[in-house]
């Protein structure tokens, strides 16, 4: 009795725990992939288009555009180009996606066309068009420094990763369009902006307009990857 | 015994047929398909009813969540008792037998049991199971961190990741010793039949299991982007995935609290005639004391989630200041949990590993009241020093002085164990087995933890270090070098008990020493990244540091691979291992003088204890009757009481 | 199974009888074994912070290096005991030939406590932190007392990027934090909309930003160079893109760039005024 042996387990049983465990890890590991692949973007990366040189300041600097715009909703509702039409549909989002490729130490102009409504920021700081050619936007056609703080649909606010060109930074803020309803009757402002980008890496662009949920307005779309945020990268 | 027939071993007694009544038909699979099927009948009513009101997805969520907990109790049996109770009816003997998993062979472990020990080996397996994908989540991290600027994950999936690597190894290491052995081997230390409150027992264990898939269904639900530590206001404004973590840990805590009361209760009401206080292993001691400390810790973190949940279902605003609440009240609430937390977690394996160390050193434990009482001063202490997380929130800048001199006290206490550790090393005849190996890494690392810790509570230093890696490497030191290498100690102690095999000492060998040089490279590279200066839980970081987070990641592969080659050993002992003798370390505590495997309620005669079970190199107390034949039962401080037919 | 019951006791016990000179006995060799690991946690403790902390500008960031440093002093005898005597069990009392067996080896003394040496334990722990707190208090009290003639800035933290205001200036405000060297600078911080942590690192202090709540903190520049603002608590979903670089500079070079900023406050880098192209 003293050297009686172990309950003879079946390695059957065992098989199955184990066979239960590595399930358990498998549906972790499937359910993050799914989840990362939920929030990058489906669309991929919009590549700014080169139309050639322009001389600032005597320097010859490479000159590309890209044009984006944002949208009430995810829906696709306005022009199709809504980048989560899957995700949730409702929320505001960017479009047609949210990275972009742009190449290092280049003139960059951006055409958007800005169809949601709005109102005030949570810091005005942000109604100022920061960091562009000029330090100003054509919004609908006019020249500005600025916009009302308290009539803003988004911004387009651009910062480097850490330890990226800490001076390029961007900050362009897009007005509402009337309405106090995420309206999408189409109406629309149009937004052009320059800047010169900075040095290789990965940028990091948001919306500052408190758009998403709960108190503060940085829930749901805000705090989703590829709704109200997304990447520049500089190559 | 060699002629015993066990007339005790009531795992042979045939049953009735319709003993159990409807615990019969239930197992797992009706616990699954109860909680599926009531979460999906909350999910219909909720989002039929719910989901246009403003805080209609938080809501289905929720209820959904909260369904599937309460339907995999009923599934599986949990209440069945209870609702007999209220219809007048009672179960019969043979009811409580078919519980106890009596005749099941196997099947009785994805079973609602009572048993203590199959409620033990299950705690084991959830414990592999949230280590295993706990495990995962950190080399996806340490996978993402490798560069400066990795595409891997993205910011979105990091951040759920890092939050549920953080409750899962929260949930699994404040499990991982009071769970599996609190469980198997406390009762059988102190003499018991089984646990105080069997039933409760089961229960605590199917609540843990309930609370996990909540937890892993956060990153469909768009993730927690909050960290385990979920600060709000930022949790509040999280994704639905909020409202499932906040069923997590609604549930996690009940199982915790329950499992609490009732070792407390098995130990203070149920040990053997002459297990005296005095006499009651350490390991009991901490077991205990540990869950005592939960008792204190668990509801704080209850109630601070049901007001996360209301601030998020129904617009009440505790957390969130812009309309009148404060994010403070969440960290305060938060730490009073959270720091008293870390020692229910570390005091059971602390106190597991001490017995590991008595053994192997052939010596009784050093200082054993004056240890205990160091156990008892960290838990009085360790209620009083929480604001020492919240030192550079701005909280109360007057109380940093005042926490930061709890916080520096409870080094005394803590030095206490490292004195009882060395100690009882002090001219041993150390014996170099598996388990010992594991003690050594915990020595080794539980200082580097401690030290690194003095920075963290002096509040100059904190100034710098706080929210920085410096910080991430130092609790993981003392948690995972620490806490989980005690727990490995106890668990390479304990294995032969368990499985009734003997552990591959050869392949876990090759698992320590991956371990061991993993966790030194692994966090070495986390404090040179927090001396430089990089905060914690971030995607993306400096080239600067970049260096340094490499080494971490090296390093944190090997740690995994070495607890791949933990679990092969441990995998292909249970199944090919050497069968294991009733007492292979020779020690002298109760559940060494019963049989392996452990027959149902565990003694074939009520041992009556006449000495402490540390009496190595002492001449056996006086026995009260010569046994010469009888062996193996009881032998050292168990004696049969004389007379009685074995 | 009848090995269960023997009580073996070691034969010769291992101790040198006790007029045995003091380096040949355990204690002394433990001494030995002590005073060595003690010295090299020393010189880590000098080495390290030295070597891994940034430059720090401030007299805060120079407490972090000397607390650090103190703090390692104070410790390294007290691991150097503990590992001293671990790595001698290992060494010498290890019972060889065991480590493969299953039957134990003989059992060591049975030395249940003593006393005196738990009191003399925490007696020196007591004294150990009786010091550290003395140190960390004395500290915490320079870093809060108050200096006239102190700079003023405010710091908003919002998902996901500082902000810095200068009261004193106009409110000019800016994405990045200039400061003047050998002043003290009095940090009120908030946040818009999350709790943020306000980290400029070779200041060595820090505060969490939290909204609807003003916290300050203070730190007096003694360096010049250039520092980095990081968000040291995780505030959602680009937290680890939440940074701002600043700087110390002389005071003649601060009212310079106060000067220039003052009207517009325009943070770009002066990229030539060029009209719009489109």
Not at chain 2, 182 to 190: R, S, W
Not at chain 2, 583 to 600: C, D, F, I, R, Y
Not at chain 3, 206 to 229: R, Y
Request: net charge negative; glycine share 10%.
């Amino acid at each position: 009795m003293s050297e009686k042996p172990g309950r003879e387990r079946k390695p059957k049983a065992l098989g199955i725990i184990l066979t239960f465990v590595a399930v358990a890890i498998g549906v972790a590991v499937v359910a993050i992939l799914f989840h990362a692949q939920t929030y990058t973007s489906p669309v991929g990366t919009q590549v700014a288009k080169s139309v050639g040189t322009v001389t600032v300041n005597g320097q010859t600097l490479q000159h590309v555009t890209l044009a984006f715009n944002t949208y009430p909703d995810a829906s696709g509702s306005v022009d199709g180009q809504a980048i989560h039409p899957g995700g949730n549909p409702s929320w505001p989002s960017y479009g047609p996606t949210n990275q972009f490729q742009v190449p290092a130490h280049a003139l960059v102009t951006v055409t958007m066309r800005q169809y949601d409504s709005g109102g005030s920021l949570n810091n005005p700081w942000f109604a100022t068009v920061r960091g562009t050619v000029g330090s100003v936007a054509r919004i609908n056609g006019r020249l500005v420094h600025a916009v009302n703080p308290n009539n803003v649909g988004h911004t387009f606010t651009v910062r480097g990763a850490p330890g990226t060109d800490p001076g390029f930074f961007v900050n362009v803020p897009l007005p509402a369009v009337p309405g106090n309803n995420q309206s999408d009757n189409g109406q629309y402002e149009t937004v052009i902006f320059s800047f010169v980008s900075g040095s290789q890496g990965v940028y990091g662009w948001n919306c500052e307009y408190p758009c998403g949920t709960s108190v503060a307005g940085f829930g749901g779309p805000m705090s989703a990857f590829g709704y109200m945020s997304g990447f520049l990268h500089v190559v | 015994m060699t002629t015993a027939a066990a007339p005790a071993l009531l795992e042979d007694t045939q049953l009735s047929s319709r003993a159990g009544g409807l615990y019969r038909h239930q197992n797992i699979v009706t616990g699954l398909i109860g909680g599926i099927g009531l979460g999906a009948i909350g999910w219909a009513l909720s989002h039929q009813f719910l989901q246009g009101s403003n805080w209609g997805t938080d809501m289905v969520v929720t209820v959904t969540m909260a369904g599937w907990v309460i339907g995999l109790l009923l599934g599986i049996g949990a209440f069945n008792a209870p609702v007999l109770w209220m219809l007048g009816h009672d179960q019969t003997h043979e009811d409580e037998l078919y519980l106890a998993g009596v005749g099941q062979g196997p099947r009785r472990y994805w079973k609602f049991c009572t048993d203590h020990k199959v409620v033990g080996v299950q705690y084991l397996i959830a414990v592999f199971t949230i280590f295993g994908v706990g495990g995962t989540l950190a080399m996806m991290i340490r996978t993402q961190l490798v560069s400066a600027h990795s595409s891997f994950l993205g910011a979105n999936a990091y951040n759920a990741i890092v939050s549920v690597h953080g409750m899962a190894m929260i949930v699994a290491t404040i499990i991982m010793v009071t769970g599996p052995f609190g469980n198997f081997i406390v009762p059988i230390m102190v003499g018991a039949k089984d646990m105080a409150f069997p039933r409760l027992n089961a229960l605590s264990f199917w609540l843990l299991f309930a609370a996990v898939p909540p937890l892993l269904a956060t990153f469909v639900l768009g993730g927690v982007d909050a960290g385990w530590t979920t600060y709000a206001p930022l949790s509040v404004q999280a994704p639905p995935a909020m409202d499932a973590f906040a069923i997590t840990i609604l549930t996690f805590a009940v199982s915790v609290t329950l499992s609490g009361i009732n070792i407390i209760v098995t130990v203070l009401t149920m040990r053997a005639e002459g297990m005296t206080l005095n006499r009651l292993p350490i390991f009991t001691w901490g077991a205990v004391i540990g869950s005592a400390l939960g008792l204190y810790a668990m509801p704080a973190f209850m109630v601070g989630m049901v007001m996360m949940i209301t601030d998020r279902v129904s617009g009440t605003s505790f957390f969130v200041a812009a309309v009148g609440g404060s994010g403070w009240l969440w960290e305060n609430i938060f730490w009073i949990m959270g720091h008293p937390e870390v020692y229910v977690i570390l005091i059971p394996p602390v106190a597991a590993m001490l017995e590991v160390v008595s053994t192997f050193a052939r010596k009784p434990i050093f200082a054993y009241k004056v240890t205990v009482g160091a156990f008892i001063a960290i838990i009085a202490l360790s209620i009083m020093v929480w604001a020492h997380h919240m030192f550079t929130t701005g909280w109360a800048p007057d109380l940093n002085g005042p926490f930061m001199l709890t916080t520096e006290l409870i080094s005394i206490p803590t030095g206490i164990i490292f004195l009882c550790v060395i100690g009882t090393l002090w001219r041993g005849s150390i014996w170099t087995r598996l388990p010992m190996y594991w003690a050594y890494l915990f020595l080794w690392n539980f200082i580097i933890g401690g030290v690194t810790g003095i920075y963290l509570s002096d509040v100059p230093a904190d100034n710098y270090f706080h929210g920085d890696m410096f910080v991430t490497a130092h609790f993981h030191y003392t948690l995972l070098g620490g806490a989980m290498i005690a727990a490995v100690a106890a668990f390479c102690y304990w294995f032969p008990k368990v499985s009734g095999r003997m552990l591959n000492e050869r392949i876990g060998k090759v698992a320590f020493w991956m371990v061991a040089i993993g966790i030194q490279i692994t966090y070495f590279g986390m404090f040179w990244e927090g001396f430089e200066g990089m905060p914690r839980r971030v995607a993306y970081y400096d080239p600067i540091f970049l260096h340094a987070n490499q080494m971490a990641t090296v390093g944190a592969y090997l740690l995994m691979a070495g607890f791949v080659v933990l679990l092969y050993a441990i995998i292909h002992s249970w199944v090919h291992g050497r069968p294991a003798p009733a007492n292979p370390w020779h020690a002298k505590s109760l559940e060494w003088m019963v049989p392996t495997p452990v027959p149902l309620e565990n003694f074939l005669v009520e041992p009556v204890v006449t000495a402490d079970p540390y009496g190595y190199g002492e001449p056996e107390p006086a026995a009260p009757a010569a046994e010469p034949e009888r062996e193996p039962v009881p032998v050292g401080s168990a004696e049969t009481t004389a007379g009685e037919p074995v | 199974m009848s090995s269960d019951l023997a009580v073996k006791t070691r034969e010769p016990d291992p101790l040198p009888p006790e007029k045995a000179p003091f380096f040949s006995r355990p204690s002394g060799k433990i001494f030995l074994i002590w005073l060595a690991m003690t010295v090299v946690g020393v010189l880590i403790g000098f080495y390290a912070p030295h070597h891994l902390l940034p430059t720090m500008l401030s007299v805060e960031g120079r407490a972090v290096w000397a607390t650090v440093v103190l703090l390692t002093v104070l410790a390294a005898p007290v691991a150097a005991f503990v590992y001293g005597v671990g790595f001698y069990s290992l060494v010498a009392w290890r019972q060889r030939g065991y480590g493969q067996s299953d039957e134990p080896p003989p059992d060591g003394p049975p030395l249940r406590g003593n006393s005196g040496l738990t009191i003399l334990w925490l007696v020196v722990s007591g004294v150990l932190v009786v010091v550290m707190l003395v140190w960390g208090l004395a500290e915490l009290a320079s870093e809060n007392a108050t200096h006239p003639n102190s700079l003023q800035v405010d710091v908003t933290g919002q998902q996901w990027l500082w902000t810095f205001s200068y009261p004193g200036a106009g409110n000019l405000e800016t994405r990045s934090l200039v400061l003047p060297d050998n002043r003290t600078i009095v940090f009120h911080v908030t946040s818009e909309d999350v709790t943020h942590g306000f980290w400029p690192v070779e200041l060595g202090v820090q505060v969490d930003a939290n909204p609807n709540v003003v916290t300050t903190i203070q730190a007096t520049t003694n360096k010049l160079g250039a520092f980095t603002v990081r968000c040291s608590q995780l505030c959602g979903l680009y937290h680890s893109f939440m940074y701002a670089s600043g700087a110390v500079v002389t005071p003649q070079a601060f009212a310079v760039w106060l000067h220039a900023h003052g009207a517009s406050a325009l943070t770009a880098s002066d990229v030539a005024r060029v009209s719009s192209s489109s």
